[in-house]
């Protein structure tokens, strides 16, 4: 008994100091998109403060493909010593579960330290499209099931699954159109080619500005800073509404609890400042910084909550 408290001991002393030397050299930072991109913006303007409070490079590292299974399994099995991060994503660490066949569990081969940020959607339809609000969004649904397309930047991203969402609450059968990106989905919606889309904020903010686009709904809890003379589904009728995809940054399961805790800690000091807030305005992004635990919480919550949609879909793993 003795021996066995002894080790215990002598392995929490273990973790103690190395945590109090960490970190010796730089962090990498996986990054599972390629680079321009929101979340590419949001971790390096996350990293460059990061480095400064750790006195450490935190390189950022883009590994971009497969929804961002590629990038988050290969954090799930890398050395769990608190050198090498991701910043994952609502797809690799939520979504993915029900329409991937993954290699990696999200809630056991993880280790959350802070949910980081989410970003709104916004329902919006071409010019041409003889609707003003989701009600008559609805309405045309209803009178033609399945006639009525929306796009999304492909399957199983946020802009398809929010779809998906819509359809199941308000009970009506929308078309999907899955895209190659964002950029393709929106544009076929300012040509007429298909009516309606959930966008991100940034890239449909210049397009309603110019007319080209007519926003009805934001997709999030709370109005848009973006938008905000914008209703969200829920005051648009569909109550109790919520879609947004998030960012999250966590380590490999089994990193030494200190180096965790000092992780949050830092991460959760920089996410309350409020210049770099300013700098993802546009983006729309808003920085959250839950503790682990909170973090652990959401994901589970995320995980079931979209494969009862993906299910009720019909959606299946491929």
Not at 235 to 263: F, H, I, M
Request: charged share 20%; aromatic share 4%.
């Amino acid at each position: 008994m003795i021996r066995a408290l002894l080790a215990v001991a002598l392995a929490l002393s273990a973790a103690a100091a190395s945590a109090d030397g960490w970190p010796e050299h730089s962090i990498k930072l996986i990054v599972p998109s390629a680079a321009g991109g929101s979340v590419d913006r949001l971790a390096r303007s996350l990293g460059d403060r990061l480095s400064k409070r750790l006195g450490q490079p935190v390189v950022v590292e883009n590994r971009a493909g497969a929804g961002g299974a590629i990038a988050t399994e290969g954090v799930a099995t890398s050395k769990p010593d608190g050198y090498t991060l991701l910043l994952g994503t609502i797809a690799g660490l939520a979504t993915n579960v029900s329409l991937e066949h993954l290699r990696y569990d999200p809630l056991k081969d993880f280790a959350p330290i802070s949910l980081v940020a989410t970003q709104d959607f916004v329902l919006c339809v071409g010019p041409q499209v003889p609707a003003n609000s989701v009600q008559d969004v609805l309405a045309m649904a209803r009178a033609k099931p399945r006639s009525v397309a929306y796009a999304s930047a492909g399957r199983g991203t946020g802009s398809h699954l929010s779809g998906e969402l819509l359809g199941q609450m308000a009970k009506v059968q929308l078309l999907h159109v899955p895209y190659k990106g964002m950029s393709q989905a929106t544009t076929d919606v300012v040509g007429g080619q298909v009516p309606i889309v959930f966008s991100s904020l940034a890239s449909a903010q210049a397009l309603v500005a110019a007319n080209k686009l007519k926003a009805l709904a934001v997709t999030g809890r709370k109005r848009a800073p973006m938008f905000p003379g914008v209703p969200t589904l829920a005051e648009s009728g569909v109550k109790g509404y919520e879609s947004s995809t998030w960012y999250g940054l966590v380590a490999p399961a089994a990193t030494p609890a200190p180096v965790l805790r000092k992780l949050g800690e830092e991460v959760r000091a920089i996410l309350k400042d409020r210049d770099l807030q300013k700098t993802l305005d546009d983006e729309g992004i808003v920085l959250v910084g839950s503790d682990a635990q909170g973090f652990h919480d959401f994901m589970k919550h995320e995980i079931d909550k979209w494969r009862t949609v993906a299910r009720s879909a019909g959606l299946k793993a491929e």
